[in-house]
C-alpha cells in the first residue's frame, strides 16, 4: 500500500482545513487509518484513527470536537477535516495504515505510511 497525504498549507487560527489521503496498490477499505504529527523538535503523536467500519473513531484529546476522520472507500481515500485550527496544531501530518483493521494510537501497530504534509497555523 503506497499512501499519498496532501492539502496541508497555512491558515490562520479559527481556520479549516481538509487533509486527504490516497491510498494505491490495493483497496484499504478493510485497513484501519489513522493520522499522527510531528512538530519540529518533538516526537510523532496520534491525532485521529478509524478503524475498518466507519462508525468506530478515535480522536486525541487535543483535537477532539475539531477535527474529523473518515474515508471513502470508492476514492480508496481518507480525510481528516480540521476546523477550529490553533497555533498548536502546526506540525507535519501523516497519513498511515494498519492491516489488522483495528484503529491504534500507537504508530508502531502501522504498517504503511504516508510522506507527510505541512500544516502551518498562523496566530
Known amino acids: 500500500v503506497q499512501l499519498q497525504a496532501s492539502g496541508g498549507g497555512l491558515v490562520q487560527a479559527g481556520g479549516s482545513l481538509r487533509l486527504s489521503c490516497a491510498a494505491s496498490?490495493?483497496?484499504?477499505?478493510?485497513?484501519?487509518m489513522g493520522w499522527f504529527r510531528q512538530a519540529p523538535g518533538k516526537e510523532r503523536e496520534f491525532v485521529a484513527a478509524?478503524?475498518?467500519?466507519?462508525?468506530?473513531?478515535r480522536y486525541a484529546d487535543s483535537v477532539k470536537g475539531r477535527f474529523t476522520i473518515s474515508r471513502d472507500n470508492a476514492k480508496n481515500t481518507v480525510y481528516l477535516q480540521m476546523n477550529s485550527l490553533k497555533p498548536e496544531d502546526t506540525a507535519v501530518y501523516y497519513c498511515?495504515?494498519?492491516?489488522?483493521?483495528?484503529?491504534?494510537?500507537?504508530?508502531?501497530?502501522?504498517?504503511?505510511w504516508g510522506q507527510g504534509t505541512q500544516v502551518t497555523v498562523s496566530s
Open positions: 478509524m478503524g475498518w467500519s466507519n462508525d468506530n473513531t
Open positions: 496498490g490495493r483497496s484499504i477499505s478493510s485497513y484501519a
Open positions: 498511515a495504515a494498519r492491516s489488522s483493521g483495528l484503529h491504534s494510537d500507537v504508530a508502531l501497530r502501522y504498517n504503511y
